[in-house]
Every structure is written in C-alpha cells, then in structure tokens.
C-alpha cells in the first residue's frame, strides 16, 4: 500500500496545537514534513485563499489540504495507533483535546490585549482563579483513571501527548505573570507531567528535544 504524503503547516514557533501532531507522528515513525511560515508573511498567505479555513496548522496528505486541530491530532493518533480501541476510552480522549481547546481559549484574550496594565491584570485573573480551575479538573481526572499512570487506559495516548504540551506551556514562563509553579500546586497533575516529560516514547524523539530547546531559548529571551 503506498504512503501518504503527510505536511504539517504552521508558524515558525512552537505551539501545542502542531507539536502534537508532530509528536505523535514521531512516535508512530510516520515520516511526515514540516513547513514553518514566518509570523510577518502569514496576513498575505492568509489573504490567498490557499489556506483552508484562513487558519494554522494545517496539514496536507498527497497534496489535499485538512484543519482544525482536534481532527488532525485524530488522525495522527490513528496511524500512530494512540487512539483507544474502545469507545468511552475515545470519548475521554476527545475531552481532552476539548480541555485542552478551552485553556487556550480562555488565555488567548489575555494574549491579544495590547494594554499592559489590562493584560496583567488578566493574567493575575488566571492564575489566581480561571487556570486552577481547570487544573483542578484535570487531577480529578487522573484520580478517576485508576488503571496507570496515564490518563486514558494503561498505556500512552494522544491524550497524554496532549497533556503533557499543555502543562508545559502553562508551566514554562512563556505566558508572563502566570505562575512557573502553577502546575506544582496540583500533587498528581504535578507528578504526571513529570513522569511524561521523562517517559522515553516521548523523550527519544528529535520533536520532543526540539520542542524543549525552543521553549528554552525563548524564555532565555524574556
């Protein structure tokens, strides 16, 4: 059966809602390409019309373009084989992804606003109320999956995969006057992240480090 050619298409950072994908179809040993486009040239791009649904990532298979996140990280957990056989275990991983879409959405306003004062005042809001919260649901979570360590069944998922982004974005500094220890305030979630960011499906792959190394550098930079 002939391959598909597989490109993902995002900005030139790195940004949970592609890292997945790459992470996953790493794990899978999916070869897969991987275009970055410069934040300056994305609003001529945009007007194109080239770009389903005028968004990022995208991801094209033989040259047919797809979006939207939640449908892409499907698909690359499908070939990868981290998508649950069982229906209630794939329905816990599409809450993940929706848990995942919804912190992203509540910290965007605060990523946009251009006032600083307005902005801090946000970001203050989130960490002390809005992202404990969610947090706080997501280690509920974890003490109701009492098969393993994971958070869907007794083995690695894109669920995980997920997880694992979120948590570190949230924890690596990049989001200003959002605690470093955030994560740490949360006993299981905490141990969690950890034992993902050391599982070794995970770490062996070049994503992974290289996803690590640009978090890096860019918080060296703030």
Known sequence: MQKNNIKLIYFDFSFWRVD?????????????????????D????????????GQLPVMTINGKMFGQTAAMARYCGKLANL????????????Q????????????????????????KKMRLELNKK????????????????????????????????IMWRILLWL???LLEDISK?????FKL?????????SYETIRETNEYKEIVREISKRTMIM
């Open 130 to 161: 809005t992202i404990p919260i969610w947090l706080s649901h997501l280690e509920n979570f974890l003490i109701d999956n009492k098969k393993s360590n994971f958070f869907v069944t007794d083995k690695l998922t894109i669920a995980d995969i």
């Open 20 to 40: 997945i994908c790459r992470l996953t179809l790493s794990i899978g040993k999916i070869p897969y390409e991987y275009l970055r486009i410069p934040r300056r």
């Open 83 to 94: 998508i649950p056989n069982n229906e209630i275990d794939v329905l816990l991983v599409d």
């Open 189 to 197: 979630l905490n141990e969690y992240f950890n034992f993902i960011s």
């Open 181 to 185: 220890d955030i994560v740490k305030e």
């Open 96 to 119: 993940i992804l929706d848990v995942a879409n919804d912190i992203t959405y509540i910290i965007g306003p605060s990523i946009r606003e251009k006032n600083l004062d307005k902005k």
């Open 171 to 173: 924890s690596c500094g």
């Open 42 to 53: 994305w609003l001529i791009k945009k007007k194109s019309g080239d770009f389903i649904f």
